[in-house]
C-alpha cells in the first residue's frame, strides 16, 4: 500500500496507479451530491441540458455538510453512504467522473463501471466530519440551493484523506 498525493481533476493515469488499500490525499476542486442533486444530475442529462460543473476528470463526494460556523467555509462534512448514488453512478462514470467518495460498498453494477470507465471509488472516514472539514479551504453552492445540504457545491480541499476501496481493476478492500 502506498500513499499518493493527487489533484483534481483526475486522469486516467492517475486512477490505472491506484490499488485497493492506497490512501489518497485529494487536492483541488470536489463536487458535492447526494442522492436528490444525483437524480437531478441524470434528468438534466435526459434533457440534453448542461451540467453546473465538468463531468471529465471530476470527482464526486457524497456528503451533505453542515452550516459553516463563524470563520470557516463549512460545517462537519462527513461522508454519507454511498449505495444511495448506485442507480446513478455508473452513468456519471461514462461520461468522465473519475472518482466518488462515500462510505459503504458499491453495487456489482457500480464495480463494474469503475473497471469499465477507469475510475475508483475512496472511502472517507466515517464520524469524521468535523476532522474532514479541516481539509476544506472553500465551499460555494453552484446549483440546487433548493436542496439545503444536499445542493451541489464545489469544494476547495488540500489533502483530502481517502483510501482506495475499489480500483479500476475490480479490486474491493472489503472482500
Do not use: W
Not at 437531478?40 to 453542515?66: K, N, S, W
Not at 452513468?91 to 467522473?97: F, H, K, N
Amino acid at each position: 500500500m502506498q500513499t499518493y498525493r493527487l489533484t483534481t481533476p483526475l486522469t486516467e493515469a492517475d486512477c490505472l496507479q491506484l490499488r485497493i488499500g492506497d490512501a489518497v490525499l485529494l487536492s483541488g476542486t470536489l463536487y458535492t451530491a447526494r442522492d436528490a442533486a444525483h437524480k437531478r444530475l441524470i434528468e438534466a442529462l435526459d434533457r440534453d441540458e448542461e451540467l453546473p460543473f465538468p463531468l471529465q476528470g471530476a470527482v464526486i463526494y457524497y456528503v451533505g455538510p453542515t452550516p459553516a460556523p463563524p470563520g470557516r467555509p463549512i460545517g462537519s462534512a462527513g461522508p454519507t453512504t454511498s449505495y444511495r448514488m448506485d442507480a446513478f453512478a455508473p452513468r456519471l462514470y461514462g461520461l468522465g467522473v473519475k472518482a466518488s467518495i462515500g462510505k459503504g460498498r458499491r453495487s456489482p453494477e457500480v464495480r463494474k463501471a469503475l473497471e469499465d470507465n477507469r475510475a475508483v471509488y475512496l472511502g472517507a472516514t466515517g464520524g469524521a466530519g468535523a476532522l474532514l472539514s479541516q481539509c476544506i479551504l472553500e465551499s460555494r453552492i453552484i446549483a440546487h440551493e433548493d436542496l439545503g445540504p444536499e445542493a451541489i457545491r464545489a469544494m476547495t480541499v488540500r489533502d483530502f484523506p481517502t483510501l482506495v476501496v475499489n480500483d479500476a481493476y475490480g479490486g474491493e478492500l472489503y472482500t
